[in-house]
């Protein structure tokens, strides 16, 4: 029943291998191990997020002006409010996942199990909100035009408030339909069309005096450089190419593609290290449960897992920093 | 080791009576920092604008107080203060000398392309 060979002969025996220079077991080790090429993996990413960053330092986009909505409070501009909520569960979720090994080394199966339980549910609030996050960011909110320098241009009013396409642009009849599979070339298909074309956008923007453009250039007080009603009407006619609305791994209304890119792949990488945890801790909860680690008369398990969760929570924190506070 | 936490933070600053205790301690220590970084964040006071080192002060403040919950949670979450000095050296220096050296060599190399853009060697303004 016991596959893990538990003794080898060689307790004791300082060079017959029986010294434990580290007092550490293999699992935990090895663990430890994983989560520094782990680690790297990660620095990995966010350092080619600075690189990218510092290229286009003048342009990047602003994370406080990016990230405002929070699920129930509708059109309110409320930057950071929701990921430090996020942040939170997530810093929760590690304590309940902490407590869990305290109580596994005290050998008390039923807090063991309790707060595995709740730290299971931390992460799957959290895995929830990163999704709606997603899907807000893909979504987008107030829709841009992209030049054909790549550069994207976003609207706003006299008093520097952004102004969404649909305030100012009315749409008119087009004849032109996405392009399906079904009813034209069976091997190419396009995404779907923007609810505007550049025209339409030049039109509302010369019958609205009070709408200006802004672009991505950040001025000397950090903010984005807003042209003036010749300027906007000149660069619109132009540059404007393509009427973007919200966020994909092609184009980004709120600035830089490479943006949207990092975004996607950063914090998805690190949601989908969020899953599998969510997914070994059910595995270890179970195992809780059947009261395996009970008979094992050790909850070292627990603390295994506990390591790869607490590491999630780690990488968070920078992801945290260097996303939305930096 | 199991049984043989060390129950202080802060240099023996603060001292917990049991581990349970101290983990929670641990949890206001971090819940406080962040909500100064969040607060930072939400006003970016002016006075913190100013540039030390090529960055602000604001972004100074940020990274290093990450730093500081990154400690806590390696130190007090994941047991690293319970450790051998020896596992905490091969998984912290390793990880911490692999990760400047990576930030230094591609921050440098980025600063430089935005130099050539920003020089007039390439147009992106069109």
Same mark, same amino acid.
């Given at each position: 029943m016991n596959t893990t060979v538990v003794n080898t002969g060689t307790e004791g025996k300082t060079w017959g291998g029986g010294n434990e220079p580290l007092k550490a077991s293999y699992g935990k080790m090895m663990m430890w191990f994983f989560i520094v090429s782990d680690a790297l993996t990660f620095s990995g990413f966010l350092a080619a997020y600075g690189f990218s960053r510092f290229k286009f330092i003048e342009s990047w986009p602003i994370a406080d002006e990016v990230f405002t909505h929070v699920p129930f409070l509708h059109g309110q501009e409320l930057p950071m409010i929701y990921v430090a909520f996020m942040t939170f569960i997530l810093i929760m979720s590690s304590v309940t996942m902490v407590l869990a090994v305290d109580a596994g080394h005290?050998?008390?199966?039923t807090k063991v199990t309790w707060y595995m339980f709740l730290t299971i549910i931390g992460g799957l609030i959290f895995v929830g909100s990163q999704a709606w996050e997603w899907a807000t960011f893909i979504k987008g909110d107030y829709g841009a035009v992209q030049t054909k320098g790549g550069n994207i241009l976003q609207f706003v009013d006299t008093d520097g408030h952004r102004v969404a396409l649909s305030d100012f642009v009315v749409a008119e009849h087009k004849d032109r339909t996405a392009h399906e599979r079904k009813n034209g070339l069976w091997f190419v298909d396009e995404g779907t069309l923007p609810t505007y074309t550049v025209d339409e956008v030049i039109h509302g923007l010369e019958s609205h005096e009070n709408v200006l453009v802004r672009t991505q250039m950040i001025n000397e007080h950090g903010e984005k450089t807003v042209l003036s009603r010749e300027e906007s009407l000149k660069q619109l006619k132009d540059n404007g190419k393509l009427v973007v609305e919200g966020a994909n791994l092609h184009v $980004?209304? !709120? %600035?830089?593609? =490479? /943006?949207?890119?990092?975004f996607f792949f950063i914090t998805g990488f690190h949601g989908f290290h969020v899953f599998s945890g969510v997914v070994? $801790?059910?595995?270890?909860? /179970?195992? +809780?449960?059947? %009261? &395996? !680690?009970e008979r094992r008369k050790s909850y070292e398990m627990v603390e295994k897992v506990g390591l790869y969760w607490h590491f999630v929570d780690l990488v968070w924190v920078f992801v945290f920093t260097f996303f939305y506070l930096v | 080791m199991a049984h043989a936490h060390k129950l202080e933070i802060l240099r023996g600053l603060v001292k917990f009576k049991s581990n349970t205790q101290k983990i929670w301690g641990v949890l206001v220590l971090l819940s406080i920092v962040t909500a100064v970084e969040v607060v930072l964040g939400i006003y970016k006071p002016e006075a =913190?604008?100013?540039?030390?080192? %090529?960055m602000k002060i604001l972004n100074w403040i940020f990274i290093i107080l990450t730093i500081v919950k990154a400690y806590y949670i390696t130190w007090d979450f994941m047991h690293m203060r319970d450790e051998t000095k020896a596992l905490r050296r091969m998984v +912290?220096? &390793?990880? +911490? /000398? =692999?990760i400047c050296y990576l930030i230094f060599i591609l921050l440098q190399e980025g600063g430089y392309i935005e130099g050539v853009y920003s020089t007039g060697f390439v147009k992106r303004d069109f």
């Open positions: 005290k050998m008390q199966k $980004n209304e !709120y %600035g830089s593609p =490479l /943006f949207a890119d990092f070994i $801790n059910i595995i270890i909860f /179970f195992n +809780v449960i059947l %009261g &395996t !680690y | =913190l604008m100013a540039k030390v080192l %090529g +912290v220096w &390793t990880a +911490v /000398f =692999l």
